[in-house]
C-alpha cells in the first residue's frame, strides 16, 4: 500500500518525472514472426449453404487456418474441439467462414436472441487490427444462429460494446457442429491508404459448458494483451470504399399523458411528432465526421434497476443513446472527463473521430437546451454549449501519450478541463497509465455548485500486472478540493485515494474445479489536508467450476470518517466502523437455467437520519437473478433485490427496499422482437429514523422492435407508470400511504429509422 502523503501539493514534479520515467524506462519489443493467414480475391461470394457439409466448395480457393489452442482452461493446450476458418475478399467485403466441429452437438449452447445478447452461448470471433499498431482492433462475434455483437477492442481498455457498424452473420447447426459466415464490408472498417494491406488477426471460439476459450494463434494469459500476440492477415491489395456517406433520418411520434409535480394536474400530448437525421461522412477510410440535427436521444433499452437509497455519491448510468455511442473510447481516460449524460437535450452537434497515422483524433461540440428548460433554471431557455477536444499519439508499441479538453459554458458559466494522459506497455505483463488534469471554473449563475471562481488539479497514477497466477493494481488518485468537470463523471473531490489489490490463482484444471484464488484489497482515503477519511481491507476467495459455475466469499472492514463539510448536522469529524460480509453464488450448469444468488451484510450508516448526526446502521442485502430459457426463442429473465437497514442501537428498521424486474423477450427471428419489462419497488421507510421518503412504484414497458441494423430499425412501444401519489389541484403532489397507486404517467411510441449509405 503506499503510505500516506505529506501536507505539500507540488503535484507538476511527480507528474513530470513520471512521464519522463515511462520513456526513458519503455523497453523496445523485438519484432516476432507471428503466424500468418493468406486469403485471395474471391470471384464470388461464399454461400453458407455450401459448407454445411463441414467442407469448403470446390470451387473456391480460399485461405485456411486450423489449429486453434486454449487460453481457458488449460493455456496453451490444443483445444477440446477441431475450428477451421475459410477467408477471402472480393471488391466490397470480407469473408470468414467458421466450421467449428462439436463431439457432442447436443450439448451446445445456442439461442436466437436480440442482437448482442449472445453471451452464454457458443460464439466465433474474429478481431481486426487494420492499422497493424497492436493498439484497437475491430471485433465481431456470432453464435451457431448467427446472432450478433461487435465492439471495439483496446489494448488495456478491454471491449467498447457501444460501438456499432453494418455486417451480417449467417448461422447454421449442423449434425457435427455449426458453421457460421461473417461478411464484412470494407466500408464498415476504417484502415490505411496503402496499397498492400497488412492486418493484425486473431480468431477465437468460445464453448461456455466447458468454460474454454481458445484462440487462434495462441494468445497466452501469462502475457498481457491479445494484439501482440495476434497473427498477421495477408492478401488483401486495392481496397477502398470509395465514397462512404451514411445519412439516417429518423421520425418518432408519441402520445403521452404526465402528471406535473408542481400543479398536480396532467399534461396531454394527443400527438407529439418528431423527427430529425444523422449523417457520417468517412475521409480515406480512416477519419469519420458525424453530424447531427435534433439527435434522436430516445432511450429505448431501459436502464438496469440499481438501489439508489441511501447513497452518499451519485449512482452512475450507463451511456445508451445512439449518437454518444460510436468510437466512445477515443475519449476515454482514467479519469472520467466526459459522461455524455450529463448532456440531457441537444439540438445539434458534430464528432469527429479518426486515427491518422500514429495519432488518434477526436473532436465534439454539442449544444444542450435542458439547463435552460427548467422550471426553476436561472437561464431561461439558454443552452448549454459542450466543446471536447482529443488526441493521442502512439509511442513505440502499445504506448500511447495524449491530451483532453473538455468545455461547458452556458451564459456567464463555464468550466474547462484539460491535462495529459498516457499508457506505458513495460514488459509482457506490466503496465503503466496515469493522469494529471487542471480544471477552471467561473460560475456567476449557482447552478447547485455555488458561484465564484474553482481551480484545481487531478492526478491518477496506477501500475497494474496481469498474468497467468498473480495480478495486481496498484492506484493513486489525488481530486482537488475545487476540482469541478461539468462535462464528466468525477463523484467525489477533496481526496487523495491510494489502494491495491493482489490476486492469485490456483489452477488445478480438474474435472470439476477449475481454478481459485484469494483476491486482497486495501485502501487509504484522505483528504488534502491529509485527515483520513476511509480506510478498508477487503479479502475475497472465488472458486470456479466447469459448466459457468462460481462462488465467492468476500469480507470487508474498515472505518469510514464523516465531517461538517460532508454533512451539516455535525459539528466535528466523526468516526464510523464500517464491516461487510458477501455470499456469490452463480451457475448455468444446464443450459436453460441461469442462476445467481447474492447474500451480504454487516455495519453501515445511516445517511439520511430523520434528525441529529448520520448514525451507526446494520444492514442486509439480498439478490436473486433467474434467468429461463425454456425454448431457443424465449428469454424470461427476472431479479430481486432486497436492501434492509436497520439502527444499531435500538434495532428499529430504517428503512426495507425491495424491487422486483421481470424481462420476457420471443425472438420471432433475428430481426423481429417483442420484449416486456414489469418492475415493482415498495420503499417502506420508518419516518422517525430517516428523511427518506415512502415509495411505492410499479412500471410496465412492452416493446416491439423490427431490426436489420442498428439504424435501420422500427420500434412501436407503450410505458405505465403508477405510484403512491394524491393529486392536489394547484399544488405538489403527496405521497400516500397504503392507498391505490396513482397512474401518474403514460405512453404510447413509435420510431422509425433508416440508414442510406451512399
Not at 409535480?261 to 418528431?274: A, L, Q, V
Not at 420500434?715 to 391505490?740: F, Q, W
Request: proline share 5%; glycine share 8%; with cysteine.
Amino acid at each position: 500500500m503506499i503510505g500516506p502523503m505529506g501536507q505539500a501539493r507540488n503535484c507538476s514534479p511527480p507528474i513530470v518525472g513520471m512521464i519522463a520515467w515511462a520513456l526513458l524506462c519503455l523497453p523496445v519489443f523485438a519484432s516476432n514472426d507471428r503466424p500468418q493467414m493468406d486469403i485471395p480475391r474471391l470471384p464470388r461470394a461464399p454461400e453458407l449453404e455450401e459448407f454445411l457439409d463441414m467442407e469448403p466448395p470446390a470451387d473456391l480457393s480460399l485461405g485456411r487456418i486450423t489449429g486453434f489452442v486454449q487460453r481457458e482452461p488449460e493455456d496453451g493446450e490444443p483445444a477440446s474441439q477441431r475450428t477451421h476458418v475459410y477467408g477471402g475478399y472480393d471488391d466490397k467485403q470480407l469473408y470468414f467462414v467458421f466450421v467449428a466441429f462439436d463431439d457432442e452437438p447436443d450439448k451446445m449452447r445456442a439461442h436466437v436472441n436480440r442482437r448482442e445478447n449472445i453471451f452464454g452461448d457458443e460464439t466465433v470471433e474474429v478481431q481486426l487490427d487494420t492499422f497493424h499498431d497492436q493498439r484497437r482492433a475491430f471485433s465481431f462475434l456470432a453464435n451457431p444462429y448467427g446472432i450478433q455483437w461487435d465492439a471495439i477492442w483496446t489494448e488495456g481498455g478491454g471491449f467498447d460494446m457501444s460501438w456499432d457498424t453494418v455486417w451480417q452473420a449467417r448461422g447454421k447447426i449442423t449434425d457435427r457442429g455449426y458453421v457460421v459466415l461473417m461478411s464484412i464490408p470494407f466500408k464498415s472498417l476504417r484502415f490505411t491508404a496503402d496499397e498492400v494491406q497488412t492486418w493484425g488477426l486473431v480468431f477465437v471460439r468460445d464453448i461456455p459448458r466447458n468454460n474454454e476459450v481458445s484462440f487462434w494463434p495462441a494468445v497466452s494469459s501469462r502475457i498481457e494483451g491479445r494484439l501482440n500476440q495476434a497473427g498477421t492477415l495477408e492478401g488483401i491489395e486495392n481496397i477502398s470504399p470509395g465514397r462512404n456517406i451514411w445519412v439516417i433520418p429518423y421520425g418518432t411520434a408519441r402520445n403521452t399523458r404526465i402528471l406535473d409535480r408542481e400543479t398536480s394536474e396532467f399534461e396531454t400530448d394527443d400527438f407529439d411528432g418528431d423527427v430529425g437525421v444523422d449523417a457520417k461522412l468517412v475521409f480515406k477510410d480512416r477519419l469519420a465526421l458525424d453530424l447531427t440535427v435534433n439527435p434522436d436521444f430516445s432511450q429505448v433499452e431501459s436502464d438496469s434497476p440499481q438501489v439508489t437509497v441511501n447513497q452518499r455519491f451519485e449512482v452512475f448510468f450507463p451511456e445508451k443513446r445512439p449518437f454518444f455511442l460510436e468510437n466512445a473510447n477515443y475519449f476515454q481516460t482514467p479519469i472520467n472527463l466526459l459522461f455524455t449524460r450529463r448532456i440531457a437535450d441537444p439540438l445539434g452537434g458534430a464528432r469527429a473521430t479518426g486515427k491518422l497515422g500514429k495519432y488518434a483524433v477526436g473532436a465534439l461540440v454539442i449544444d444542450d437546451e435542458a439547463p435552460g428548460k427548467r422550471a426553476d433554471s436561472p437561464f431561461d431557455g439558454d443552452k448549454a454549449l459542450f466543446s471536447v477536444a482529443r488526441i493521442s499519439r502512439d509511442v513505440g508499441q502499445q504506448s500511447n501519450i495524449g491530451f483532453l479538453y473538455t468545455d461547458r459554458a452556458i451564459e456567464n458559466n463555464r468550466n474547462q478541463v484539460g491535462g495529459i494522459d498516457g499508457r506505458f506497455k513495460l514488459n509482457d505483463n506490466w503496465d503503466t497509465k496515469f493522469q494529471g488534469v487542471f480544471s477552471a471554473t467561473d460560475n456567476e449563475v449557482d447552478e447547485g455548485s455555488g458561484t465564484g471562481k474553482f481551480d484545481d488539479w487531478a492526478f491518477s497514477v496506477q501500475f497494474d500486472r496481469s498474468g497467468r497466477k498473480f495480478g495486481s493494481h496498484t492506484h493513486y488518485v489525488d481530486v482537488g478540493r475545487d476540482f469541478r468537470t461539468e462535462a464528466g463523471f468525477v463523484p467525489r473531490t477533496d481526496i487523495r485515494d491510494m489502494h491495491q489489490r493482489l490476486a492469485y490463482t490456483f489452477r488445478p484444471e480438474g474435472e470439476r474445479l477449475v481454478s481459485w484464488g484469494p483476491r486482497f484489497f486495501v485502501q487509504r482515503i484522505e483528504d488534502q489536508s491529509g485527515l483520513r477519511l476511509d480506510q478498508r481491507f477487503e479479502t475475497e476467495v472465488e472458486f470456479n467450476y466447469r459448466r459457468q459455475t462460481q462462488l465467492q466469499f468476500e469480507f470487508e472492514t474498515g472505518k469510514e470518517r464523516l465531517r461538517p463539510e460532508d454533512f451539516t448536522q455535525l459539528d466535528e469529524p466523526r468516526d464510523y466502523d464500517i464491516d461487510h460480509f458477501e455470499v456469490e453464488f452463480d451457475s448455468r450448469f444446464v443450459d436453460a437455467v441461469d442462476v445467481g444468488i447474492e447474500l451480504s451484510g454487516g455495519r453501515g450508516i445511516n445517511f439520511a437520519p430523520a434528525a441529529g448526526e448520520p448514525e451507526p446502521a446494520d444492514r442486509f442485502g439480498m439478490r436473486v437473478d433467474l434467468t429461463l430459457r425454456p425454448v431457443a426463442r424465449l428469454l424470461v429473465d427476472t431479479t430481486y433485490f432486497l436492501t434492509r437497514l436497520d439502527d444499531r442501537a435500538s434495532g428499529d428498521r430504517i428503512f426495507r427496499d425491495d424491487i422486483v424486474r421481470a424481462r420476457v423477450n420471443y425472438q420471432f427471428n433475428k430481426q423481429f422482437s417483442m420484449r416486456a419489462i414489469l418492475q415493482y419497488e415498495n420503499l417502506d421507510v420508518n419516518e422517525l429514523l430517516t428523511t427518506a421518503e415512502q415509495r411505492e412504484r410499479f412500471n410496465g414497458d412492452l416493446l416491439l422492435t423490427y431490426l436489420i441494423n442498428p439504424w435501420t430499425a422500427a420500434y412501436v412501444g407503450y410505458n405505465g407508470n403508477y405510484e403512491n401519489l394524491m393529486r392536489n389541484p394547484g399544488s405538489e403532489p403527496t405521497r400516500t400511504n397504503g392507498e391505490d397507486l396513482l397512474n401518474d404517467a403514460r405512453g404510447l411510441f413509435v420510431k422509425l429509422s433508416y440508414l442510406f449509405r451512399l
